[in-house]
C-alpha cells in the first residue's frame, strides 16, 4: 500500500534544504564556540571549502578513478559470476542445496570479517580490494537472479518448449527477458555491495582509491579535509545509487 | 541408499579434504596459512583461553549497547516517518540513500568524536543499525495505519490509546521482529569495523591483531568465531520472526 506524495513536492524540497541548512549552522555554530573541540569536528564552512579543494585542484581524481576501476571490474565479475550461478542454483535443484545454505550463512554474518584472509592469500593490495569488493556483492546478485527466474511463471517456458525452442533459446529469448526487471534490480543492490565493499577495503587497509585518501587525512589530523573527503565519497556514491535507479 | 546424505555437508567435507591435502603438498599452506586440522587445534586453543572470552564480552556489551541506541533512534525515527506525512516524505530519500552508500568513510568521524574506545564502536553499530529498523517499522505502521483494521477499531468506538496497545502495537511487532534480525547483523558489522580500525579490545581487534602478528591459523579460527556467533544470532532471530510472523501477521504480505 505506497501513499503517493500527498505534500506537494516544493514544501519537501523546501523542508530538505532547511533542514541540512540548519544541520550545516549548527555544526559552525559548535566548532566555532568551542563546545565541540576542533580535533573532533571542522565548521561547516571550512568543510565545504575543503570539499571545494579537494575537487579544484584534483587531488580527488587520481584516487576517484582507481576506485572507479576496481568498482567497474569488481561488478562485470560478480555480475558474470552471479548470473551464472543464480542460473545454476535455478536450474539443478542439487547445486542449490548444496550451496545454498552456505550463501545464506555467509549473508548473516559481517562479511568483512574475511577481509584479513583475503590479505594473507591475495597479498595487499588491489587484488585483496576487489576480492573483498566480489565477496560482498556476490551473495545478493546470486539469491537475486535465483528468486528472479524462478517468479517467471512456467507457462512461458513450456510455451517456448511446446513451440519447439531448443534449450537455449528457451532461456536465452524468454526466461531471461522475463526475468530481466528483477534481475535489474538485483544486479543494483549487488553494485552498491561492491561499492561498500571496495571502499572498505581500501579504508581498512590503506591501499589506494577514495578510501585511503579518508583514511590519510585522519591519520595525519587533517580534520576539515577528512570530513570534506567522506562527504565527497558519500556524495559520489549516493550520486550513482540514485542515477542508476533512475536508468532503471 | 537409506540415509539421505546432505549435500552441504558433502560440499564442505570435500573443501576440507581438499585444505588438507594441500597442506601435505605446499609448506605454505602447511607452515603459515595451516592445514583444516592444526586450525582445528587453534580453535579449540582460543576457545579455551579467557582473554577470548574477554574480548567476546568487549564486543557483546558493544553489540547490545549500539543495538539499544539503535532501537531508540530508529523507533523514535519511525514513529515521525510512519505518522505524518512531511516527515516520511522529507527523510526518506535519506534514509535509503543511506543504506547504500560507504558508511565506513564515517568511521574516523566517530573516532574523532566519540573517542577510540567502546563508545565509537557502539555509536558506529548504531548508525548501521537504526536504518532498517527505521525504515522497515515506519513501513508496518504505515500499513497498519492505512488497514482495516484501524478503521474497524474506530468504528467500535476505542480510543486512540486503545487503538495504539490493541491495534497498532500488534500488527506492528512482526515488522519489528524482522527490523532487529537485520539491524542485530548490521550493527554487529559497524561494531566489528569499527574495532577492526583503531580498538584495544574487541573481536574485531583480536581478528586484526592475528592477522599483523601473521597467526594465521589463529586468525581463522576468530574468522570461524565471529562468523559463528553471527550465524547463530541469526538462526535464532530468524526462527523467533517466523514464529511471529505466523501468529501475529495475519493476513499481511511480509
Redesign the interface.
Known amino acids: 500500500?505506497e501513499?503517493r506524495?500527498?505534500?506537494p513536492r516544493r514544501?519537501?524540497l523546501a523542508?530538505?534544504i532547511v533542514?541540512i541548512v540548519a544541520l550545516l549552522g549548527l555544526v559552525e555554530v559548535l566548532t566555532r564556540s568551542g563546545v565541540?573541540s576542533p580535533?573532533?569536528?571542522a565548521p561547516s564552512s571550512e568543510i565545504i571549502a575543503s570539499l571545494v579543494d579537494l575537487i579544484r585542484d584534483g587531488t580527488v581524481l587520481p584516487p576517484l578513478i582507481e576506485t572507479l576501476v576496481q568498482v567497474v571490474l569488481t561488478f562485470l565479475a560478480v555480475a558474470t559470476a552471479g548470473l551464472i550461478t543464480g542460473f545454476c542454483f535455478w536450474r539443478w535443484n542439487?547445486v542449490r542445496?548444496?550451496?545454498e545454505?552456505?550463501m545464506l550463512?555467509f549473508y548473516?554474518?559481517?562479511g568483512?570479517?574475511?577481509?584479513?584472509?583475503l590479505?594473507?592469500?591475495l597479498g595487499i593490495g588491489p587484488t585483496s580490494v576487489m576480492g573483498l569488493g566480489f565477496l560482498l556483492g556476490i551473495t545478493p546478485v546470486v539469491l537475486g537472479v535465483r528468486d528472479a527466474l524462478g517468479a517467471v511463471d512456467p507457462v512461458l517456458s513450456r510455451t517456448a518448449a511446446i513451440l519447439g525452442a531448443s534449450p537455449l533459446a528457451k532461456y536465452l529469448k524468454v526466461v531471461f527477458p522475463a526475468a530481466l526487471p528483477a534481475v535489474g534490480g538485483t544486479l543494483r543492490l549487488g553494485f552498491?555491495y561492491v561499492?561498500?565493499g571496495i571502499?572498505?577495503g581500501q579504508?581498512?587497509v590503506s591501499t589506494g582509491g577514495?578510501?585511503k585518501l579518508?583514511?590519510d587525512?585522519?591519520d595525519r589530523f587533517q580534520?576539515a579535509s577528512?570530513?570534506g573527503?567522506?562527504a565527497f565519497?558519500?556524495l559520489v556514491?549516493?550520486f550513482i545509487?540514485?542515477f542508476l535507479e533512475k536508468l532503471r | 541408499m537409506k540415509f539421505k546424505i546432505?549435500?552441504?555437508l558433502?560440499?564442505?567435507l570435500v573443501w576440507i579434504g581438499i585444505w588438507q591435502a594441500f597442506g601435505a603438498w605446499s609448506w605454505l599452506v602447511r607452515d603459515?596459512?595451516g592445514t583444516p586440522s592444526s586450525v582445528a587445534r587453534e580453535v579449540v586453543g582460543v576457545l579455551s583461553s579467557p582473554t577470548t572470552w574477554y574480548h567476546v564480552g568487549v564486543s557483546a556489551l558493544e553489540l547490545v549497547l549500539g543495538l539499544a541506541l539503535a532501537l531508540l533512534i530508529g523507533l523514535g525515527l519511525s514513529l515521525g516517518l510512519g505518522t505524518e506525512?512531511?516527515v516520511?516524505?522529507?527523510l526518506e530519500?535519506f534514509l535509503v540513500?543511506g543504506n547504500?552508500?560507504?558508511?565506513?568513510?564515517?568511521?574516523?568521524?566517530f573516532?574523532?568524536?566519540f573517542g577510540t574506545g567502546y563508545e565509537s564502536k557502539v555509536a558506529f553499530g548504531a548508525l548501521h543499525g537504526m536504518l532498517p529498523i527505521a525504515v522497515i517499522v515506519s513501513n508496518g505502521v504505515?500499513?497498519v495505519l492505512?488497514?482495516d483494521q484501524v478503521r474497524a477499531a474506530a468504528v467500535l468506538n476505542a480510543t486512540r490509546t486503545q487503538v495504539i496497545s490493541y491495534v497498532l502495537l500488534p500488527a506492528v511487532l512482526p515488522y519489528l521482529v524482522t527490523a532487529l534480525r537485520l539491524a542485530v547483523?548490521l550493527t554487529?558489522?559497524g561494531v566489528?569495523?569499527g574495532e577492526?580500525?583503531v580498538a584495544r579490545a574487541g573481536l574485531?581487534y583480536m581478528?586484526?591483531r592475528?592477522?599483523v602478528q601473521?597467526q594465521?591459523p589463529k586468525?581463522?579460527s576468530?574468522?570461524l568465531l565471529?562468523?559463528g556467533l553471527?550465524?547463530v544470532?541469526?538462526?535464532f532471530l530468524r526462527r523467533l520472526e517466523a514464529g511471529v510472523w505466523q501468529k501475529h501477521g495475519f493476513g499481511q504480505e511480509k
Do not use: C
Not at chain 1, 112 to 117: E, G, N
Not at chain 2, 100 to 109: F, M, N, R
Open positions: 500500500m501513499t506524495f500527498k505534500k514544501l519537501v523542508t530538505q533542514s565541540v580535533f573532533a569536528l542439487l542445496r548444496a550451496f545454505p552456505l550463512a548473516a554474518i559481517p568483512v570479517i574475511f577481509y584479513p584472509v590479505l594473507v592469500v552498491s561499492v561498500i571502499i572498505a579504508f581498512l577514495l578510501g579518508v583514511a587525512y585522519y580534520v577528512m570530513y573527503a567522506a565519497v558519500i556514491a549516493a545509487n540514485v | 546432505s549435500p552441504v558433502v560440499v564442505i603459515i596459512i506525512e512531511l516520511h516524505d522529507v530519500p540513500v547504500t552508500v560507504p558508511k565506513i568513510v564515517l568511521l574516523p568521524a573516532l574523532m568524536l504505515r500499513q492505512a488497514s547483523s554487529l558489522l566489528v569495523l577492526m580500525y574485531g581478528l586484526m592475528w592477522y601473521l594465521i586468525m581463522l576468530a574468522v565471529i562468523g553471527a550465524f544470532f541469526d538462526v
